[in-house]
């Protein structure tokens, strides 16, 4: 009988550390879900409110439409493409001038009318 009471204290006793380490390994199963979730939880609750809000205000106008005028002011020395020297082997008198030193010439326009009276 001492022997029969004795392995029910052991089995007993047995019974009580293993219903002991499954409520440990409960616990830690459930520490080991309940931590990560926690840290997940507060690093976005530090993003929402940590970051700094940026208010950028923008200046919005309304297009018009426009003629751009550009004009270049400088100082400069035109020179002449193509320089030509006009001779005459007679004398003529110079009857009209029709322009001025300066002036726009194109291709074709008269520029000086002698006259037909000769020496």
Known sequence: ????????????S???KSERNNSIMRERNELIWFLPLCFVFLSLIMIKFCTPRINE????????????????DTKGTVQ???????GLDIDMGVDNIYFKQGDKVKKGDVIIRFSDYQN
């Open 14 to 16: 047995l019974i009580l």
């Open 57 to 72: 205000k923008y200046i919005v106008e309304a297009i018009k439409r426009e003629n751009i005028e550009l004009f270049v």
């Open 1 to 12: 009988m001492k022997f029969h009471i004795l392995t029910e204290i052991i089995k007993n």
């Open 80 to 86: 002449a493409k193509d320089l030509i020297n006009i």
